[in-house]
């Protein structure tokens, strides 16, 4: 498709359990954002990446956090002995620009719930 | 720093009515703002964007004037419709390199 692509929609784990969520962008953009959305609150940034290296990860809550875009296009982002306060949705953002005002494209998220 | 304080809702209307959601912005430089909406069960999506002080914005009937003297970009609308119930968030981008930062977001409902 022509969108952002996220993957799985809705994940649901347990306590401790390891989770991979992948973010397929817009081809072409070079730019790439993860945000997490918790209920009733905005996208509260994680990480971005400009073509393969990670520009900026000062988001990312704690080193059970982890993303990477070996090839400057899917990025995955890797949780591990995940708890229940990472239940939230995870999005993904892509934009042309990297690093001017850009326009962000956002997918429709990967729902994630641990009980 | 960098932070975005916008109106709390969830505001509800009546069709036609006129809207203000009230946003305002810390920063540092010279950010550009951004009004986004996600309607239910879309993803964000940009609504209109202003990159510089006293630029408008405008799509869909939707407007935002980028206020530095009182660092505000409220946006407005004169008429509502009951298609744009949705969830509205107001972001900045402080430039170059940086990631956006947004509000927590105004959930509108429309009635007819």
């Known amino acids: 498709g022509a969108g952002v692509s996220q993957t799985p929609s809705n994940k649901v784990t347990e306590k401790g359990k390891y989770v991979e969520l992948r973010c397929d962008p817009i081809?072409?953009?070079?730019?790439l954002y993860w945000y997490r959305q918790s209920l009733g609150q905005g996208p509260e940034f994680l990480i971005y990446f400009q073509g393969t290296g990670a520009a900026d990860d000062s988001g990312l809550p704690n080193d059970r956090f982890f993303a990477v875009r070996p090839e400057g296009s899917v990025s995955t982002l890797k949780i591990q002995r995940t708890e229940r306060g990472d239940s939230a949705v995870y999005l993904c953002?892509?934009?042309?620009?990297?690093?001017?005002?850009?326009?962000?494209?956002f997918g429709e998220g990967s729902r994630l719930t641990v009980l | 720093g960098n932070s975005v304080t916008q109106m709390e809702g969830p505001v509800t209307l009546s069709e036609e009515a006129f809207l203000t959601i009230n946003c305002t912005y810390t920063a540092t430089g010279y950010p550009s703002l951004f009004w986004y909406v996600q309607y239910p069960g879309e993803g964000l999506q940009l609504l209109l964007k202003a990159t510089k002080a006293d630029d408008k914005g405008s799509n869909k009937g939707f407007e935002a004037t980028y206020r530095k003297e009182t660092t505000s970009f409220h946006l407005e609308k004169g008429s509502v419709q009951v298609s744009d119930s949705a969830v509205y968030f107001c972001?900045?981008?402080?430039?170059?390199?940086?990631?956006?930062?947004f509000g927590t977001g105004t959930s509108l409902t429309v009635i007819p």
């Open positions: 081809s072409g953009h070079t730019a």
């Open positions: 972001a900045l981008s402080p430039g170059t390199g940086n990631q956006f930062y």
């Open positions: 953002a892509s934009s042309w620009l990297a690093g001017d005002a850009g326009e962000l494209f």
